[in-house]
C-alpha cells in the first residue's frame, strides 16, 4: 500500500461533516472498507486547524495543498 501524504503535509477536506476545512497530516493508518470488509484503505490522522483533536480521513476525502500554485499543481489551500 503506497501512501501519498508525509507528516506535515497540508489538506483540504473534500466531503463529510468536515468538508472545505484545511488540517494538517500527522500520520498514516489504514481502515476498512464498510462495503468490502476484507479491503483495507490508506487513511490519515488529520490535526484539522482551530482545533486540539485529530479525525481520520481516507485518502479520497482530502486533496494535498501545495506550495506556489501553477497551471499543473492545484493552488494552495489558503488564498
Do not use: F
Not at 479520497?60 to 492545484?74: I, K, L, N, S
Amino acid at each position: 500500500m503506497r501512501y501519498r501524504l508525509k507528516a506535515g503535509d497540508q489538506v483540504r477536506v473534500l466531503s463529510g461533516e468536515h468538508k472545505g476545512r484545511i488540517g494538517t497530516v500527522d500520520m498514516a493508518t489504514t481502515v476498512r472498507d464498510q462495503e468490502q470488509p476484507g479491503n483495507i484503505i490508506p487513511a490519515y490522522y488529520v490535526k484539522l486547524d482551530g482545533d486540539t483533536w485529530y479525525v481520520v480521513l481516507r485518502w479520497d476525502e482530502m486533496a494535498h495543498c501545495y506550495g506556489a500554485g501553477t497551471d499543473a499543481q492545484p493552488k494552495p489551500c489558503r488564498p
